[in-house]
Nanobody
Framework: QVQLVESGGGLVQAGGSLRLSCAAS????????MGWFRQAPGKERKFVAA????????YYADSVKGRFTVSRDNAKNTVYLQMNSLKPDDTAVYYC???????????????????WGQGTQVTVSS
């Protein structure tokens, strides 16, 4: 079992930055690939970024490529999402999730993720 708790959300102006954190419990955190997803009101939950168990592999949605950076610190059982040049369209609840699926299949859908956090709200004002 892995329990995930996101933090770092908030209100920011367009062009600003935020760093989200996702703290995990459990000794097997380093064996999971981690993903970030977001869900705007009335819309489906969408993939944002993913990182392999070692941190050596990352993958991003086109909409955030070049602006967001995912990283992890396995010693601290934490994964991060650095968000720069934020836009109003980035407004959503952001979720982190853990999957045991192999990194060779980059998981951009929600189904392979077994564990989810409660989400943190990010609001970008224009």
């Amino acid at each position: 079992q892995v329990q995930l708790v996101e933090s770092g959300g908030g209100l920011v102006q367009a062009g600003g930055s935020l760093r989200l954190s996702c703290a995990a419990s459990g000794r097997t955190f380093s064996s999971y690939a981690m993903g970030w997803f977001r869900q705007a009101p009335g819309k489906e939950r969408k993939f944002v970024a993913a990182i392999s168990w070692s941190g050596g592999g990352t993958y991003y949605a086109d909409s955030v490529k070049g602006r967001f950076t995912v990283s992890r610190d396995n010693a601290k059982n934490t994964v991060y999402l650095q968000m720069n040049s934020l836009k109003p369209d980035d407004t959503a609840v952001y979720y982190c999730a853990a999957t045991s699926a192999p990194w060779t299949i980059v998981v951009v859908t929600t189904t392979p993720y077994s564990f989810w956090g409660q989400g943190t709200q990010v609001t970008v004002s224009s």
